[in-house]
């Protein structure tokens, strides 16, 4: 028999913590190992009863949220996710947030509906229980530098279909742990780095614009939320805006996205959508990766993208905070390989 996932809540609003143990309680995997008040409960709770997993509140009296993850990953690490609300403070909170260590965040709506916790991005539980779950299989985190590239299986070290000079265009998917992952491998490319890049996360239009902030002030190639018509340049990365669809299309001898409205698809932006319109664009001169998050996005596309000669890389289960993504352009045999998270951006800096 498979063991409850145990969460410790940690919310200012008592209603809020109600709504939330009701919402994790009522599928029958998950129970409420505690809940807290405040920062400074969460961090003695959470030393005290070891919990899977952490929901966190950003704002709370006493100890905020980010401190607390800060002092809870300094004690003893635990998967947290964190509670936001959907506005620019919010989001720059929960960015901090994760760069202090959560794994991942839900945008708070205004209400309850149905008796279920509105949360963008996902069901509530679903992400609890796929990021527990995926803790177990994890391998111990790698350690900061660059690790050479190491040789892979033969299923998954297929030949690389770039020519030097031929790549013109890098698209990266993610979702679920999705923002820490794409900071890390944007990071680790040059300032003059020769084509442009072009990444699709699943995050609420709220917080877009201020990742792409985030990260132009991290890293050393220009980052800027996606706009109608924007050209595709080298040296740059460009984040496709939440809430709505992200295609890339030919112009004048030229690359440019074009934005249009999210349509009724699951994902806004939707990964499969992205990587399609790369396809039909470029044919055999893109460079696609799938990095780690929930469901199958990306999969449909990656198969488009393999058909038109394109090459495809997925991150791998190590060091993927949920392997859903990635594994199942894996399963599908559409990765050419399957890399850690540090390997990605050295490895895309050698490419172009």
């Given at each position: 028999m498979v063991e409850k996932v145990r969460v410790l809540v940690v919310d200012d609003s008592s209603f809020f913590r109600k709504r939330i143990r009701h919402e994790l309680e009522s599928t029958g995997e998950i129970m409420v190992a505690g809940e807290a008040a405040n920062g400074r409960e969460a961090v003695e709770m959470a030393s005290r009863l070891n919990p899977d997993l952490i929901t966190m509140d950003v704002a709370m009296p006493e100890m905020d949220g980010i401190s607390a993850v800060r002092e809870i990953m300094r004690r003893r690490p635990a998967d947290i996710i964190m509670f936001s609300a959907l506005t620019r403070e919010g989001a720059r909170a929960t960015l901090d947030a994760l760069d202090a260590g959560a794994v991942d965040f839900l945008a708070k709506q205004d209400g309850i509906n149905g008796g279920s916790v509105k949360a963008s991005g996902g069901n509530l539980c679903d992400r609890v229980v796929s990021i527990a779950r995926a803790k177990h299989v994890r391998k111990k985190p790698l350690m900061d530098g660059m690790?050479?590239?190491?040789?892979?299986?033969?299923s998954f070290s297929r030949p690389l279909a770039h020519r030097p000079g031929t790549l013109e265009l890098v698209a990266i998917g993610a979702s679920t742990g999705g923002p820490v992952a794409v900071q890390r491998v944007l990071s680790a490319l040059p300032a003059d780095y020769p084509c442009p890049v072009l990444v699709a996360v699943h995050m609420p239009a709220e917080f877009t614009p201020t990742f792409a902030e985030r990260l132009d002030s991290i890293c050393r190639v220009n980052v800027a939320q996606?706009?109608?018509k924007a050209a595709l340049l080298p040296g740059q990365a460009l984040i496709a805006p939440g809430g709505m669809q992200t295609l890339v299309e030919s112009h004048a001898g030229?690359?440019?996205v074009s934005?249009?409205?999210g349509g009724d698809q699951l994902y806004k932006p939707s990964v499969d959508i992205m990587f399609g319109s790369v396809a039909r664009a470029l044919g055999d001169a893109a460079h696609a990766v799938v990095l780690t998050g929930m469901g199958a996005d990306g999969t449909e596309g990656a198969r488009l993208l393999k058909k038109r000669g394109s090459t495809v890389?997925?991150?791998?289960q190590a060091t993927s905070v949920v392997y859903?993504?990635?594994s199942s352009v894996a399963k599908a045999g559409y990765t050419d390989r399957v890399m850690p998270l540090d390997e990605i951006g050295?490895?895309?800096s050698g490419l172009a």
């Open positions: 690790p050479p590239i190491r040789p892979l299986s033969a996606a706009s109608d030229g690359l440019r934005i249009k409205p890389w997925s991150q791998d859903g993504m990635p050295p490895a895309l």
